[in-house]
């Protein structure tokens, strides 16, 4: 009987290797909890450093939406499901302000959730995920200010959405 070992294990490639059609920074990685499809987020180079999001449907890589959506750069995007498959990220909204933005995918666009830059100040590495037992709560994390000690004071903020909504 063959036993496997963490020894014989390899990373593969998914896809093609190259996936984007330049360079792609501030990566993030999240699964379909509908599908278990892999989605990729990252700030697209050849869109002027503006949000993409790929997902690998059993084949190849294609397009969640139009390459390049936020319409100003992004910083720091953070990918996540409601417990309805439905793709969020969260992003710094650049390029002066960098402040907290959410946007989820309607079918056909990005659509904001709530209002666009709505932290108090920078949102610098921004984190997004989902309580699945109560999956209509919304969380980032920003770093809205400095302290009068000249420190910054880190933030939690939730966005309940209505009932309706997925």
Known sequence: MAQSSPLNYAWKYVGDA???AGEAD????????SDGEPYISYCDGNHNWRLTILRFDGTK???????????????????????????YVAYSKGPN?????????????WVYVGNASFSAGEAD????????QRSRTH????????????????????????????
């Not at 995007?77 to 417990?83: C, D, E, V």
């Not at 590495?125 to 989902?130: D, E, G, I, P, R």
């Not at 302290?147 to 997925?166: C, F, M, T, V, W």
């Open 18 to 20: 190259g996936i984007s």
């Open 26 to 33: 501030y990566t993030s990685l999240a699964f379909n909890p």
């Open 61 to 87: 890589w294609v397009n969640v939406g139009n390459a390049g959506f936020s319409g100003t750069n992004a910083y720091y995007p953070s990918l996540a499901f409601s417990s309805a498959g439905v793709p």
């Open 97 to 109: 302000t960098l402040r907290a933005t959410v946007m989820k995918f309607d079918g056909t666009n």
């Open 125 to 132: 590495y921004t984190s997004l995920a989902f309580n699945h």
């Open 139 to 166: 969380h980032s994390k920003d770093h809205p200010a400095q302290n009068n000690s000249g420190y910054i004071q880190p933030a939690a903020r939730h966005l309940r959405g209505e009932a309706n909504q997925q």
